[in-house]
């Protein structure tokens, strides 16, 4: 089905924000806002929900450390318990210390990593991925502002586009 | 301006009063001389049941055999003249545990008295860096860090004290103080130029003044700052703050090194000044949010918000794994290597500290790690109280653990004159600290950052 969007264009981070909030409380559905730089508390005006990502790292630290116990306990304990210059393979408790920059190094290892990894996937990251940028201005100094017009007044609409400071106000249907 | 409540500070004189009381009881109770250990042991096993008479018969008996144990093979190699010779060593055996005995009270004040000292230094560290820092959030907390570094010249005066009490003989702590020790030990006569009682008076008093004249010029220039016109005592403070650091790490390095090192004078660590100014710097960040979160809840703190608190939990939760950075690098080195001269210390903490070594670290480390990880939670009164309080016990017991096995060995217990120490020190400190409070407005008028500090938000 064919919609229509709006884009505003602005030029000041601040006016941004204002407009955001002004947009918000005039109940417009705002698609997607981009922007050249991060604006601190963008995300807080138009209400998004707060990443998860931390949490996600934390289960993949655990996983990293599981998978260090499990694998020296394995190799240096179970498999083959050798007597290397007299450090105790009895059990791993006993050997301990000498795993724990491994554990550290891999629980980080896999926190990071598998972190970054999740963030390209839920943001749709990758080389050779076609850009979606709808302006090019607005990777140098221009904020752009995508709303659904549904079925509100394309007039009224971007009359108060325009009142909320927007310098270009362009209705594109795809 | 922060008024000390009266319940306050009845608490806090009851603390000390109960916690002297205890203390003389406990002084009052070591025992004279080796008939009075035999005596206590043997009313020990007659009272106790079965059980506990084996436990103390382990605690007491065989473990300082243990450890004579080298002694008790070159007897035995001599054959004939053994037995003979078994007597003498029962005795010395006794007068090896009269002196734990002995030493356990004396301890127990060291131990918390330098707990409470360290924090006021820690604060005061803490303070400098934001100062030379030029933190942007801290401003509106400096005159609370100012209130616990009150502390920092009665504490530090009382070390000096304990230290010259040792050094007149009237204990055992430092056995490298003792004459007759050092005329039998080679190891610590090559340690006698650096460790002798009057230099290491000399060396105690120019810390301590250093550390109090610039606790003294920077507190006074910050209270004449609210009055001047201008931001010209800002910058003397930026620069007193700036030298106090360079001062301050020298310093604490051979502070740890003479006050808590050579209680085991045939050991040493190099990166033992930064583990205990890691154990102090986190204890001190607590302290601050603790008696910030107090003082917030009492109303005194207006523009104290949660994201000064969200900060000092960073602060909490960071030197949190800086200590065990530093805790497990000195004992994963010395483990790892083995050699007996160094590792001797970690066998007998391990040996007779089983608990209180490895529950310091689960205290220290995982505790803080859960409790402070999540952002939310470091936002929260609660568990920064309950993460707090929780480091501030792991922390006593890490100082317990350098300073206990070397003065009272097997011998130890966090009995009467542990808890009285500890209580009559948090009498003192809590006292010292809330009177120092209230001797300034908690918000500095005209610190150049104050502004920023007001509206500080994460």
């Given at each position: 089905m064919a919609s229509k969007v709006?884009?505003?264009?602005?030029?000041?981070?601040?006016?941004?924000?204002?407009?955001?909030?002004?947009?918000?409380?005039?109940?417009?559905?705002?698609?997607?806002?981009?922007?050249?730089?991060?604006?601190?508390?963008?995300?807080?005006?138009?209400?998004?929900?707060?990443?998860?990502?931390?949490?996600?790292?934390?289960?993949?630290?655990?996983?990293?450390?599981?998978?260090?116990?499990?694998?020296?306990?394995?190799?240096?304990?179970e498999d083959w318990p050798q007597d290397i210059g007299g450090k105790p393979s009895f059990s791993f408790i006993q050997n301990s210390p000498a795993f724990v920059p491994i554990i550290f190094e891999l629980t980080v290892f896999f926190a990071a990593h598998l972190m970054v990894i999740t963030f390209y996937m839920r943001s749709k990251l990758?080389?050779?991925?076609?850009?979606?940028?709808p302006d090019v201005r607005t990777t140098d100094d221009h904020f752009l502002m995508e709303i659904d017009v549904s079925n509100h007044n394309v007039e009224e609409l971007s009359k108060f586009l325009y009142n909320t400071g927007a310098l270009e106000i362009k209705l594109i249907e795809n | 301006m922060y008024t000390l409540s009266s319940r306050l500070k009845l608490t806090a004189i009851i603390f000390m009063i109960v916690g002297a009381i205890g203390l003389v009881y406990a002084f009052m109770a070591a025992p004279d001389t080796i008939e009075d250990v035999k005596e206590m042991l043997a009313d020990d096993s007659h009272q106790d049941s079965e059980e506990d008479a084996v436990l103390e018969n382990d605690i007491h008996l065989a473990n300082p055999e243990h450890v004579e144990g080298d002694h008790l093979i070159a007897e035995e190699n001599e054959g004939a003249g053994a037995h003979a010779e078994d007597a003498a060593h029962d005795n010395e055996h006794y007068e090896h545990l009269l002196h734990q005995l002995q030493n356990k009270p004396w301890a127990a004040v060291y131990v918390a008295a330098f707990f409470f000292f360290m924090i006021a230094l820690g604060t005061l560290a803490f303070y400098a860096i934001q100062q030379a820092a030029q933190a942007g959030w801290s401003p509106v907390l400096f005159r609370v860090m100012d209130g616990i570094t009150a502390y920092l010249l009665p504490g530090s005066i009382i070390m000096f004290i304990l230290l010259a009490l040792s050094g007149m003989h009237l204990n055992h702590l430092f056995i490298w103080m003792d004459p007759e020790v050092v005329a039998h030990d080679e190891l610590i006569q090559n340690k006698t130029a650096y460790l002798n009682v009057p230099f290491l008076l000399i060396r105690a008093a120019i810390y301590i003044a250093g550390w109090n004249i610039f606790r003294y010029l920077m507190r006074r220039n910050s209270l004449r700052l609210d009055e001047a016109t201008d931001d010209r005592l800002h910058k003397t403070n930026f620069k007193l703050a700036a030298g106090f650091l360079v001062f301050f790490l020298i310093s604490e390095s051979m502070m740890s090194w003479d006050w808590i090192m050579s209680i085991d004078p045939h050991w040493f660590s190099t990166l033992f000044?930064?583990?205990?100014?890691?154990?102090?710097?986190v204890s001190a960040v607590t302290m601050i949010a603790l008696v910030t979160i107090y003082l917030k809840s009492r109303g005194y703190l207006e523009y104290v918000n949660d994201s000064h608190?969200?900060?000092?939990?960073?602060?909490?939760?960071?030197?949190?794994?800086?200590?065990?950075?530093?805790?497990?690098?000195?004992?994963?080195?010395i483990w790892y290597s083995n050699i007996p001269e160094e590792v001797t210390y970690f066998i007998t903490r391990i040996e007779d500290y089983t608990l209180p070594f490895f529950g310091m670290v689960v205290m220290n480390f995982v505790f803080p790690v859960l409790l402070l990880m999540n952002s939310d939670y470091k936002r929260l009164n609660l568990f920064v109280i309950m993460a707090g309080i929780i480091i501030l016990c792991g922390h006593y017991l890490d100082i317990f653990v350098m300073i206990m096995p070397s003065a009272v060995g097997e011998s130890w217990f966090i009995g009467i004159p542990e808890i009285s120490a500890l209580l009559m020190f948090t009498g003192l400190f809590v006292f010292i600290v809330f009177s120092g409070l209230t001797k300034a407005p908690l918000l500095p008028k005209r610190n150049p950052f104050i502004k920023e500090s007001k509206h500080f938000h994460y």
């Amino acid at each position: 089905m064919a919609s229509k969007v709006i884009h505003a264009i602005y030029t000041d981070d601040d006016l941004l924000l204002q407009a955001v909030k002004q947009v918000r409380d005039a109940r417009y559905n705002i698609a997607e806002i981009y922007t050249p730089f991060p604006v601190h508390g963008l995300d807080k005006a138009m209400g998004l929900e707060s990443t998860r990502l931390a949490i996600a790292s934390f289960i993949y630290g655990l996983i990293g450390f599981a998978v260090a116990i499990i694998m020296m306990n394995y190799m240096m304990i179970e498999d083959w318990p050798q007597d290397i210059g007299g450090k105790p393979s009895f059990s791993f408790i006993q050997n301990s210390p000498a795993f724990v920059p491994i554990i550290f190094e891999l629980t980080v290892f896999f926190a990071a990593h598998l972190m970054v990894i999740t963030f390209y996937m839920r943001s749709k990251l990758w080389p050779f991925k076609t850009a979606e940028n709808p302006d090019v201005r607005t990777t140098d100094d221009h904020f752009l502002m995508e709303i659904d017009v549904s079925n509100h007044n394309v007039e009224e609409l971007s009359k108060f586009l325009y009142n909320t400071g927007a310098l270009e106000i362009k209705l594109i249907e795809n | 301006m922060y008024t000390l409540s009266s319940r306050l500070k009845l608490t806090a004189i009851i603390f000390m009063i109960v916690g002297a009381i205890g203390l003389v009881y406990a002084f009052m109770a070591a025992p004279d001389t080796i008939e009075d250990v035999k005596e206590m042991l043997a009313d020990d096993s007659h009272q106790d049941s079965e059980e506990d008479a084996v436990l103390e018969n382990d605690i007491h008996l065989a473990n300082p055999e243990h450890v004579e144990g080298d002694h008790l093979i070159a007897e035995e190699n001599e054959g004939a003249g053994a037995h003979a010779e078994d007597a003498a060593h029962d005795n010395e055996h006794y007068e090896h545990l009269l002196h734990q005995l002995q030493n356990k009270p004396w301890a127990a004040v060291y131990v918390a008295a330098f707990f409470f000292f360290m924090i006021a230094l820690g604060t005061l560290a803490f303070y400098a860096i934001q100062q030379a820092a030029q933190a942007g959030w801290s401003p509106v907390l400096f005159r609370v860090m100012d209130g616990i570094t009150a502390y920092l010249l009665p504490g530090s005066i009382i070390m000096f004290i304990l230290l010259a009490l040792s050094g007149m003989h009237l204990n055992h702590l430092f056995i490298w103080m003792d004459p007759e020790v050092v005329a039998h030990d080679e190891l610590i006569q090559n340690k006698t130029a650096y460790l002798n009682v009057p230099f290491l008076l000399i060396r105690a008093a120019i810390y301590i003044a250093g550390w109090n004249i610039f606790r003294y010029l920077m507190r006074r220039n910050s209270l004449r700052l609210d009055e001047a016109t201008d931001d010209r005592l800002h910058k003397t403070n930026f620069k007193l703050a700036a030298g106090f650091l360079v001062f301050f790490l020298i310093s604490e390095s051979m502070m740890s090194w003479d006050w808590i090192m050579s209680i085991d004078p045939h050991w040493f660590s190099t990166l033992f000044g930064w583990y205990v100014f890691s154990s102090m710097i986190v204890s001190a960040v607590t302290m601050i949010a603790l008696v910030t979160i107090y003082l917030k809840s009492r109303g005194y703190l207006e523009y104290v918000n949660d994201s000064h608190i969200h900060d000092l939990a960073k602060f909490m939760f960071g030197f949190s794994i800086f200590w065990t950075y530093l805790w497990f690098s000195q004992f994963m080195l010395i483990w790892y290597s083995n050699i007996p001269e160094e590792v001797t210390y970690f066998i007998t903490r391990i040996e007779d500290y089983t608990l209180p070594f490895f529950g310091m670290v689960v205290m220290n480390f995982v505790f803080p790690v859960l409790l402070l990880m999540n952002s939310d939670y470091k936002r929260l009164n609660l568990f920064v109280i309950m993460a707090g309080i929780i480091i501030l016990c792991g922390h006593y017991l890490d100082i317990f653990v350098m300073i206990m096995p070397s003065a009272v060995g097997e011998s130890w217990f966090i009995g009467i004159p542990e808890i009285s120490a500890l209580l009559m020190f948090t009498g003192l400190f809590v006292f010292i600290v809330f009177s120092g409070l209230t001797k300034a407005p908690l918000l500095p008028k005209r610190n150049p950052f104050i502004k920023e500090s007001k509206h500080f938000h994460y």
